[in-house]
């Protein structure tokens, strides 16, 4: 992300909607959510902060805020109905401005390094924290007995697995297979038209709204836990994929160490 400056940019909110427009990530492989709902969202915050002449890292800083707002309702409040409805609200406003910085960065001309630390730095902390707060919450305020505090944890466990995997894999593929995927790029219209519903349980974005349900004890409870238990068994199906994966890349010579 770029990181300094706060001038105006020149052109309009609608030419840098436009613009951006032109200028969007492959949404192959990416859940309903993110894909129909917070990027186009974040994509209209973007041109509304690039027009008013913020940068990325203040975007990712507001982002932050908000994500660490929701996280601390959901911790430290006894749960209702309208406590649920807002840390939903505050995580996904976070997780729209998440989608926000990067766009920006692409209409300021590209990023930094630093900006792109300090998002993912922002996101690790994100993915550690919920799970959590959740724990934090159960503990003070129920459930009933105390083994459901096992699946906040064990859904710790996964999401920060889950989290440095995916990070970990791109700077373990070789460059050749990073050009031929770019050569050869795989099109929406090759993909399962199901997958990104199916992807659902595993989108953050999805995930922040089922805190919709805080306040009605057991219904979120089985939520959760049915939500936890998508995303163990999508990481065990990653897990494989990425191990074949990477045995394949390091070749014949070297499969049998």
């Known amino acids: 992300m770029a990181a300094t400056g706060a001038e105006r940019a020149p052109g309009g909110f609608r030419t840098h909607l436009a613009a951006l427009g032109q200028a969007q990530k492959p949404s192959l492989n990416t859940a309903a959510y993110s894909r129909l709902v917070n990027r186009p969202a974040g994509r ?35 749960p209702h109905w309208w406590t649920g409805v807002l840390v939903a609200v505050l ?11 990067g766009q920006l960065a692409r209409l300021r001309g590209g990023g930094t390094r630093s900006g792109e630390w300090l998002d993912h730095t922002i996101d690790c902390f994100k993915t550690a924290s919920l799970h959590l707060a959740v724990l934090v919450s159960w503990y003070r305020f129920g459930p009933a007995t105390d083994g ?29 297979v990073v050009e031929l995927v770019e050569t050869r790029p795989t099109t929406s219209a090759d993909e399962n038209p199901l997958r990104k519903w199916a992807l659902l349980p595993m989108d953050y974005g999805a995930q922040c709204w089922m805190f919709v349900l805080l306040g009605f004890g057991v219904l979120f409870q089985w939520t959760y836990a049915l939500v936890f238990v998508c995303n163990a068994a999508a990481l065990a199906i990653a897990l494989r994929k990425w191990w074949h994966e990477l045995r394949a890349l390091d070749g014949p010579s070297q499969v049998s160490r």
């Open 44 to 78: 209209v915050v973007a041109a509304a902060a690039h027009t008013l002449g913020a940068t990325p890292n203040q975007v990712t800083a507001l982002s932050a805020t908000l994500s660490a707002a929701g996280l601390l309702v959901l911790a430290l409040v006894e």
């Open 91 to 101: 995580l996904a406003a976070g997780y729209v401005l998440d989608s926000s910085d």
């Open 148 to 176: 459901w505090l096992l699946v906040p944890l064990g859904f710790e466990v996964v999401a920060v697995v889950t989290y440095f995997g995916l990070i970990l894999m791109p700077t373990l593929r070789r460059p050749a």
